[in-house]
Every structure is written in C-alpha cells, then in structure tokens.
C-alpha cells in the first residue's frame, strides 16, 4: 500500500499563500483519484479537492476561486495551492485516496490562519 505524507502547512496572516505537499512512497500513476482533506477543531473531516489520474479536478465552494489542486505523477506528489487564505481554513490538512475507503490516514499537516 502506497503511504502518502503531507508537508508544506504553517502559519499564515489571513490573505496569505501556501502550498502543501503530498508525497507518495511509490508511484501515484495508477492511483485514480486522489484528494486533499481537511479537519478543523471539532469538527468532521471534509474533502477539499480532489483530482484524478488525467489531471481532471474539483474543489470545494468554500475553496473555489481561491485553492488549486495539480499532481505530478513523475514525482510521485499531489499539491494543494491555497491562495486568500481565511482565519476558517484553520485545521490540519490530509491527503488520501478519494474515496479513502478502509485506508489509514497520516499525521497530516496543520494550517493555521490568523486574522
């Protein structure tokens, strides 16, 4: 089973920029569709984008116009651009299989937005 490790969050001034990683222990080309989720405190995890194998993609309203998803099967990583960031995507931030079905989650990488 592949394991996917997520990287790139921080803290960020609201308005602000990042780019999380996800990147894959073997090889993500014959992974259909992959996204990134995320969970804020007390509350349920959610799908913010996914994207499958040709690159075709979706992201949340709460995102749209602002987060852009895009992997690169040769490198074996999934990306998250989150440009316009708000105080209310504050949460720790996962990347699975879409649907993730029966997998394990990773420790994920937290994003806190500050106003």
């Known amino acids: 089973q592949v394991q996917l490790v ?15 990683s996800c990147t894959a222990s073997g090889s993500i080309f014959s992974i259909n569709t ?6 804020a405190p007390g509350k349920q995890r959610e799908l913010v984008a996914h994207i499958n194998r040709g690159g075709m993609s979706n992201v949340a309203d709460s995102v749209k116009g602002r987060f852009t998803i895009s992997r690169d099967n040769a490198k074996n990583t999934m990306y998250l651009q989150m440009n316009s960031l708000k105080p209310e995507d504050t949460a720790v931030y996962y990347c699975n299989l879409v649907p993730s ?3 394990s989650w990773g420790q994920g990488t937290r994003v806190t937005v500050s106003s």
Do not use: F, I
Request: glycine share 30%; proline share 0%; charged share 15%.
């Open 6 to 20: 997520e990287s790139g969050g921080g803290l960020v001034q609201a308005g602000g920029s990042l780019r999380l």
């Open 101 to 103: 079905g029966t997998r």
């Open 34 to 39: 992959m996204g990134w989720y995320r969970q």
